[in-house]
């Protein structure tokens, strides 16, 4: 199956242009968007979605989120997946990365995965 994206509200929305530029088939979100959590929504929550809709988050929040993604964990709760996004990553060069690992991968190989993007 293939993977869905959720872009937290912390990445740009242009990183979602650029993605659906690239492959206007990908299922991308953004927190904010009809169907997701709105803007302001707790750590916990957005893991609680990411697991029910079987997305992967797509964040730079390196400082809250690890602790709550330990606590969703120890409650017995699962993630589709979380890419941290290195500092200073260009918009263009995210939506490359993530465009490649779409299409080269499915959306079971990241269900709990943590990882950086890029690579």
Do not use: Y
């Given at each position: ?38 803007l ?18 797509i ?61």
């Amino acid at each position: 199956m293939k993977m869905c994206f959720l872009l937290d509200e912390n990445i740009s929305p242009r990183v979602k242009a650029a993605l659906l530029r690239l492959n206007p088939t990908i299922d991308v979100l953004r927190v904010g968007d009809p169907g997701t959590p709105s803007l302001g929504t707790l750590d916990p929550e957005i893991l609680r979605f990411l697991e029910v809709s079987q997305r992967l988050l797509i964040t730079d929040n390196r400082i809250s989120m690890p602790a709550h993604i330990e606590a969703h964990w120890a409650a017995g709760g699962h993630i589709g997946g979380l890419f941290w996004v290195r500092p200073e990553t260009a918009i263009g060069r995210l939506a490359e990365e993530l465009h490649l690992i779409w299409e080269t991968s499915e959306a079971e190989e990241w269900i709990d995965r943590l990882d950086w993007i890029p690579f």
